[in-house]
């Protein structure tokens, strides 16, 4: 079984910038196929970012101001977010597989 914990989310002005965490533990030996959803308010969830050996890939919408990467001695994966949106207001998840975490809010004001 595979824990994924996700933290850094919070309250921020449009053009602003946060750094999510996604904490891996359990039963996987690497970061590979994490991805990043998010679900806003009366939409349905929507893949965010990816990372794998292989590179990263993104929601077009987010591309040029997301940035995945991962530090595999801490099994953390980060989603590194600027010049945020009002419209990137939701709660994002972290996933691998068929384990998601319970998700971080994050809320940008206009």
């Known amino acids: 079984q595979v824990q994924l914990v996700e933290s850094g989310g919070g309250l921020v002005q449009a053009g602003g910038s946060l750094r999510l965490s996604c904490a891996v533990s359990?039963?996987?030996?690497?970061?590979?196929?994490i991805n990043w959803y998010r679900q806003a308010p009366g939409k349905e969830r929507e893949f965010v970012a990816s990372i794998s050996e292989s590179g990263a890939s993104y929601l077009d919408s987010v591309k040029g101001r997301f940035a995945v990467s991962r530090d595999n001695p801490k099994n953390t994966v980060y989603l590194q977010m600027k010049s945020l949106k009002p419209e990137d207001t939701a709660i994002y998840y972290c996933n691998l597989l068929w384990n998601w975490g319970q998700g971080t809010q994050v809320t940008v004001s206009s």
């Open positions: 359990g039963r996987t030996s690497t970061l590979d196929g």
